[in-house]
């Protein structure tokens, strides 16, 4: 949740830094938040683990002021810190007015989610971000991380997901070095040892977070990796459950493997039996009581040395989702109460797997898939069940056939000013002073830039002087009747005169104003103070308030279906969430040529207006153009290759 806010005085100002979920390329500064997180699973305290966590929030963060507040039993206690050059004035108001707030209202509430708010004002910008701790037996908040993070520059967003990782190793950490569950309430269902209702808000919170990747792979390398540090495992290996086979998609420590390698082969073989087992799996050389040694985990632990090796299955209403394996030392075996703690810290991300697996599909992929789960559910039901899925083939068979669809091809699009101006110098001249930046924006005759006109100030003085003894030449020769000196006279002050209105207008060229409200989108002028631009040579640019223009490289072999009132949507590459709607407004008659590219340029101005959008954006359109059959819309491109190159 993001708000904002008014701001205090203070002048710490933070450098940006580079943070993300724990995964495989990591940065040097996100290995040692690794090696730190292993540090927080041996804490003996309540009070020396949060020590730690502010330690780690220290160093990860230039925050301006950051705190913790926990509780130990009924008494709360908490821990700060914050920059040295910050007036004490300044740093008690952080903390009376924005961090003791935040953190009073994370404890008082059983909100799981962290906190987001931004202060702003005139030149300065702070954000303030708390993270709670949950404490897995009362479900309710152990602690609040709050801090304080100046700069303008600072990526808050992207600092709330990794102070909520922190947050939750934590929170993993609070319930391995108490080694207890939440106990049940009387008469309520539940799952493992977990209520009904606190396993869903559980499973929702591992669906948000899972939700942040772009695929099951890219979700695995950073789940296991981060169980890694935690459980100071040897490897931590994710599968994923697919026609009753696990697939491996993420090994802790390696980005590319090959499915095939004994090693793998034989995690993977360990998986299909805890998957077979459908419950946790051991191996070790002293056995926790309940569990017993299957053979394949057996023969997994004594390749690798008599290692500690167990299996846990996550599961999706009772159907088994994916598989962990993990294997650590012999010198640390797993115990009972670590088995079952981590059951249940594992258990709502079974619900997540399927969910993450089918929202990253392609569309190919969701009709097989499709296609699949239905034959498997009704080529066993006998002869109408088999009917029935043949029958559903053959429908799709026709409508690929015989049945039509909107053929709307992407093509590559930039983002233009609908109104932009050039401005050049006005006169062969030095560069006085600049009064903007690129990307400010400017109100009406505001000025922009200015040119040094001392050379030409000194050239009308002149001219202006001899305009005046000429005047005087000439009523001299109309006082001596001279009319022909009277008349050469009267010739030289009109082209006095005209010479001193050109340099009268250059002077007052010589200010480049903003001719209407608008933003400046080209200015690097900063460094050329004092340098010399030839007459013409572009200064700036800049467009005026209004509507942005979209330019649609459309490619010449598709350029017959795509015509003017034609509608679509466009996403920007740096918003690719960001549906913005448009209707083709004119298509050039003549192909360009863009990076050996034969295109028609398609010009459609966008019917929104964003904040964030700024000219030069690149993405992609998509152009709703005409009906064709699905199979042309499929295939087509196939065939015209082979056309091309094949004369079929």
């Known amino acids: 949740m993001t708000e904002r806010g008014s701001l205090p005085d203070d002048s710490a100002t933070p450098q940006p830094v580079s943070v993300g979920f724990v995964d495989l390329e990591l940065s040097p500064k996100s290995r040692s938040l690794n090696t730190q997180i292993k540090s927080l699973m041996d804490c003996p305290s309540r009070q020396v683990l949060f020590e730690k966590v502010l330690a780690l929030c220290r160093e990860q963060f230039p925050a301006t002021v950051a705190r913790v507040d926990y509780w130990v039993g009924s008494e709360r206690q908490s821990h700060s810190f914050h920059d040295t050059q910050m007036p004490p004035s300044v740093v008690r108001q952080f903390h009376t007015d924005y961090l003791s707030r935040a953190a009073d209202a994370i404890l008082s509430s059983t909100d799981a989610e962290p906190k987001l708010k931004r202060y702003e004002r005139t030149d300065q910008k702070m954000t303030l971000i708390a993270a709670p701790v949950m404490d897995p037996q009362t479900e309710l908040p152990a602690a609040a991380i709050t801090l304080m993070l100046g700069g303008g520059a600072y990526k808050g967003d992207v600092v709330l997901s990794r102070l909520d990782s922190i947050a939750a190793v934590a929170s993993a950490a609070l319930m391995l070095r108490t080694g207890t569950r939440a106990k049940p309430e009387p008469d309520t269902p539940t799952t493992g040892s977990l209520t009904t209702d606190a396993l869903k808000r559980q499973q929702n919170l591992a669906l948000g977070k899972a939700s942040q990747f772009g695929s099951l792979r890219e ?51 360990a998986m299909e039996e805890c998957m077979d087992h459908s419950s946790v799996t051991v191996a070790q050389h002293d056995l926790p009581d309940g569990f017993d040694a ?11 040395g008599n290692s500690s090796v167990c299996s846990v299955p996550l599961k999706q209403a009772g159907e088994t989702t994916g598989v962990i ?35 990253n599909r392609s569309v190919g992929a969701q009709l097989k898939a499709a296609v699949g789960d239905s034959a498997r559910r009704n080529l066993g039901r006998g002869a109408m069940g088999r009917r029935i899925a043949l029958g559903a083939v053959a429908v799709g068979l026709l409508w690929f056939v015989l049945g039509s669809m909107t053929y709307r091809p992407l093509c590559r699009t930039r983002v233009i000013a609908a109104d932009m101006r050039h401005f050049s110098s006005p006169f062969d001249g030095k560069l006085k002073q600049v009064y903007v930046h690129a990307g400010q924006h400017v109100t009406a005759g505001e000025l922009l830039a200015e040119f040094d006109t001392a050379d030409l100030t000194l050239e009308l003085n002149r001219l202006t002087r001899q305009i005046r003894s000429t005047q005087v030449e000439f009523r001299q020769a109309i006082e001596d009747d001279d009319l022909a000196e009277a008349a050469l006279a009267k010739s030289r002050i009109t082209v006095l005169q005209a010479e001193a209105s050109a340099v009268q ?47 649609i490289e459309v490619p010449d072999d598709i350029a017959n279906y795509v015509s003017p009132q034609q509608s679509g949507t466009f996403a920007a590459a740096s918003f690719p969430a960001e549906k913005q709607p448009f209707e083709i407004e004119h298509i050039d008659g003549a192909a360009t040529t863009v990076q050996d590219r034969n295109v028609f340029i398609a010009r459609a101005p966008l019917q929104s207006r964003p904040e964030w959008m700024r000219t030069g954006m690149e993405g992609t359109a998509k152009v709703d153009t005409v009906a064709r059959p699905v199979w042309w819309v499929m295939l087509h491109r196939v065939v015209d290759w082979g056309r091309m190159h094949f004369w079929f």
């Open 325 to 359: 394996s993990i294997r650590r030392p012999a010198g640390k075996p797993f115990s009972s109460e670590e088995l079952a703690n981590l059951q249940q810290m594992l258990a709502p991300y079974g619900s997540a797997i399927p969910v993450v697996d089918k929202a």
């Open 294 to 304: 299957l053979p394949i985990h057996k023969q997994w632990s004594s390749d690798t």
């Open 505 to 551: 207008k250059q002077i007052q060229e010589s200010q480049i104003v903003a001719p209407s409200d608008g933003t400046v989108l080209l200015s690097d002028l900063e460094q050329r103070i004092g340098q010399a631009f030839a007459q013409g040579e572009q200064i700036l640019q800049f467009a005026a308030e209004g509507s942005w223009l979209l330019e």
């Open 219 to 269: 979700f695995g390398y950073s789940f296991v990796n981060s169980l890694c540090g935690q459980l100071q495992a040897e490897q931590v290996v994710f599968g994923v459950a697919r026609n009753q086979r696990i697939v491996v998609e993420a090994i802790s420590g390696t980005a590319d493997f090959k499915a095939n390698s004994p090693g793998v082969a034989m995690a993977r073989q």
